[in-house]
């Protein structure tokens, strides 16, 4: 998310209740998760599996629990609890705005965009031009839609990332992450009824410009569909997943978080993909392999009675 206008550290230190170290004169320009921060950005660590990725990361302003020595050129704001600070943070720049019609008034809808009866368009959506959105689509506020983009009835864009910290030392254990990034959908994409495109957790979800999704498909937060891609009915991505131009995924496919799926590639029907795949070449079963090298295991599985009986000398 960017801010509106720059953010002294020293406002956000005493806003945080936080220790500044290093550079006390920085602005944040935005706050980004790690996965996707750039210069300016504020980010936050609070695990030590993550503190060097944190640190070494293109973050201005980090958020962090332990006062470790600080890279040249960033600020650290030394609070106990980072995560909270993450949300305090959001809650303030980014704050929910209730509903008060069916059609923001704030959302801006372009020339020969046909909205039906029941499509929910919340505050600052863009819609581009010759759209057409079905009956009970619901669009969540700083939504972006393209031009001629078809969205099909009870379709959801912009939903809140699935995204919690678990904490065991309290009655409620899972706090939410909250989200303050976009769901974007770039020119003549169409996404088929029933599917779901969250928001970014701090960034952008993209859909790549001329994607056609069927019905019945989730994508999670964070992710980066390419251009040109087709997914079949019920496949799922998790988050910060980057899919690139013309993907194939077939029905059921299930994509796990943080990898990439390169171009061209096609993955079949009820594939699991754990990691990420090379371009161009496809890919079958769960976890997936080569399709050709999987289909020749198979074939080989299916003999196995049949060599058993042989090696044994019994009848079938």
Sequence with gaps: ???????????????????????AGQLAIGINEIHKVSAGDISFVDF????????????TIIIINKDV???EGKTLLVTSEPFDAYTKIVRRFRPFEPATKMISDSAVIGEGTIIQPGVFVGNHVTIGKDCIIHPNVTIYDHSVIGNNVVLHAGTVIGADAFYFKRRKDREVQYDKMLSCGRAVIEDDVEIGACCTVDRGVSHDT??????K???????????????NCIMASQVGIAGVATVEDEV????QVGVSKDLTIGKGAVVLAQSGVPSSLEAGK????SPVEDAKTKMRELGWIKRIPEMWHKLNGTAK
């Design 1 to 23: 998310m960017q801010f509106e206008q720059p953010v002294p550290v020293q406002w956000l230190a005493e806003f945080l209740g936080a220790e500044i170290k290093g550079d």
């Design 248 to 251: 194939i995924l077939w029905g």
């Design 213 to 227: 999704l069927d019905n019945h498909i989730q994508i999670g937060h964070d992710t980066v569909v390419g251009r």
């Design 48 to 59: 030590e599996k993550y503190y060097n990725k944190c640190l070494n990361s293109a973050a």
């Design 282 to 285: 496809t890919y079958f079963g």
């Design 206 to 211: 993209v859909v790549g410009r001329g994607t």
């Design 69 to 71: 020595p600080c890279p």
